[in-house]
């Protein structure tokens, strides 16, 4: 796998936003390749994960599109194990492209790919309390400027599929604790 | 969904052959964008299914990549649901970004996905007794010549991750009727 | 579809009280026919949920059976999904005989049948402050005069099946937080 | 469990034909009431279980109904356990009301309840040779007179869902050795 | 099963500390043989389960056979059904040797094995507010004479395998709420 | 890993009989400790997998104890993958204490653990064509002399949980080739 020059980049995405954009184009300064995973790839419809896995891979894509950056990146998506994390690792290597190292600032993934021997690498967020996904959340269920927070291609789909309304509802089930 | 202009085309691509690439090429000639979903994404290790979801789309992504194919495509995978077909186009549609006609040759996906009021498109394969998929990983196996019959990038992929000898062994497996 | 005269009525039943026979009445009243559908099936043995699906079953048909409102109804049992809130409804719609429209008062069974498509409709529930789950558990885990609450063959299957000792030390559970 | 006047009659009701409907008069001859429990559960859409849970629960309740069986039956579930049969016994007594005696001709039904302790009771079945699942399937599949096997709610409704067209279908993947 | 002279000793063992050991003792001193089931056994890397079922085993089988208990012992493994409380009782028979006698101070295992009929005796712990899970793994993570808690090959294996490390930074997470 | 001095030896052990005993005799005049670890451990009730995992369990603990092979053994357990073949090296490491080498005649697992970088043994046993399990299934199915096949513990808990009646019901589905 030494020949590799490829890294992983990985995260839940809900929804891409410009701290994720920011990050990426800082990984594609370091690396030839990245495969963009997309994590808890099973969950929707909820307020911490409101959006398919499929709408997801659509923001994305089409984002990173029209900023000229698709050409260098490879989507793949990653489902939690519900607390099996010792088949984490592995499951990320099968349902992805290989790649030689790793880049996240979530503490667990990072403990789990450092056992497992990969170098881990942290990412200098973007404005980090500003870019931050429940924060974007929040705006976007309130339907307050959160444009500015995305890139278009991701706010252009959001208003298409319904995504404010949802996050409106899904903020309210959020502060009553309930989750069906 | 009425305005989207985007396509679904799903195979199992065990692995991405010429017959693959000249039907994409076909449907990419009557879409404007197409959702490339590898099918059976949980299998690998078996003679039908040699291949992890990771190198397939590592092999599709590196082809259509050198192909000039990558930018009005986009990955997504799909696993079989284990029988519960009521629930499999559903299942598509929460892990693929919006698609508005379905390409297909399988019998079963045609049939769920016209009940569930789905346009599905056959596809006019390339010399469909040469380019398909259980004869050319039986070539493969013999390690006779298969080169010629998959992109470039995917012979390179499949030499460096040892798959002539991993399908040696599958075959004989299979020959034996033996799945663990 | 169009013909069906057919509603849905989703609930968890844990258990069967007066509040949900009164809503069933007034469903009963505007339709021809009710799906009465169990939901988080799998669950039990827990404070939230602590009848089986077996159980909760026996009691609402042998209630409904006695009430003499068995004939225009069909009992159907839906799991949750874990979170995977996407195949929700198609997983509803696989376990129940076809229906037209949907009663619930849950705020995410409303979004995503809504999201779907569906007509979805809320119900008057009887003295909502009496006539509530976690209420009457608490008042049968305490075995205070909670036959008054409930249908008398839900009274009659909770003592027959050693429900009250089975509340009463779930609920202890839960006050300790302990969920095993 | 002594007190228990309840049987269970197991089978999958692919679909729910005239042989089933005599074995269950011949068991309300004997027994006051009835759990029918659709087993295999979760698949559909194959040759071997063609319909849902959903449209087999909609023919057996209104076939019964229109029968005026309805009323000393509960209809419940089983999914199959996918070869954990160890688990199966004490998966049926979750999901159905309780039941004391068994009524089955299916050889590994009748070990695993017997081994746990259950009286088993065989079916004589109304002239196996024509009322069989198989052979009714293929009929229906070829729409050559399959009406008289059934009862009229059960035809209405395989033609309502479009069950000949699917049965049609599903042959010929039978037939082809292909299953998804 | 009246002659099994054999009894289940059930905890997560996480880690395996001489209150266990005291424990063990204490019920060897009453039965002939124990099967010690390691439960939540598909747990790993969080607070609350570090250590993966594997690593378990191999503290519990070095710790017996140094004390000299091994003879008498099988080691036998549960995970944890999510909520199916119902089906715990027989996942648990289906899963360790014959057993005629439970010893457990968890309640909810008290509750499902009594109704299911068996015989369910307290344990006394060892001056149960030293010797108890959630204190021991904090002190392991400060790493501040936790060796004296555990049977010496528990505290080498904990050594060998970098499991102070690994709860450091789990203890982290679980202050921050922080569960992947 | 390097200081580990102990090996895995993998199978289905239904039942353990003396060609299992003569090979783990041989694995143990080379290794200090062995990790048996049994197979395919959901299944049970079917013709190819007859005994639950506790039976096996049960069976192959008590023989190694008369056989005074106990004290160099560590039993586990790993169930299949479903086909999922990628995960199932990471699955059998996380479920097993450590091992350094693995012995095995399963030409997939072979594959597997090569593929994972792991050394894999073959074994020499005992007079293959008389110890080999579906052969000895078939005795046990027919009550024919097959005592002298297993160990002598095993011979006793086969009769005692009434596995002749088991295999002789299981044999005739196999033949009919009903699976429930």
Redesign the interface.
């Known amino acids: 796998m030494s020949g590799i020059d490829r890294a992983l980049f990985i995260g839940r995405f809900q929804p891409f936003h410009k701290g994720h954009l920011h990050a990426l184009k800082w990984i594609l300064s370091r690396e030839a390749e990245v495969v963009v995973a997309v994590g808890s790839?099973?969950?929707?419809?909820?307020f911490k994960?409101p959006f398919?896995?499929?709408?997801r891979?659509?923001m994305i894509?089409t984002a990173l599109?029209e900023e000229g950056l698709?050409?260098r990146v490879?989507?793949?998506?990653v489902p939690?194990t519900?607390?099996?994390?010792?088949?984490?690792?592995?499951?990320v290597?099968?349902?992805?492209?290989?790649f030689r190292r790793v880049y996240t600032n979530?503490?667990?993934?990072r403990?789990?790919f450092e056992?497992a021997g990969y170098e881990v690498v942290g990412i200098p967020f973007l404005e980090r309390e500003v870019y931050e996904g429940t924060k974007i959340r929040r705006i976007i269920a309130e339907d307050a400027g959160w444009e500015t927070f995305v890139p278009p291609a991701v706010a252009r789909i959001i208003r298409e599929?319904?995504g404010v309304k949802?996050l409106t509802?899904?903020v309210?089930?959020e502060s009553k604790g309930?989750?069906?």
């Open positions: 790839a099973q969950y929707s419809h909820s994960n398919t896995l499929g709408e891979l659509e894509a599109k698709w050409e490879i989507l793949a998506a939690d519900d607390g099996k994390h010792s088949l984490w690792v592995q499951t290597v099968s349902l992805c492209p290989r979530e503490p667990l993934t403990l789990l056992e599929i319904g949802r509802e899904l309210k089930l309930i989750d069906k």
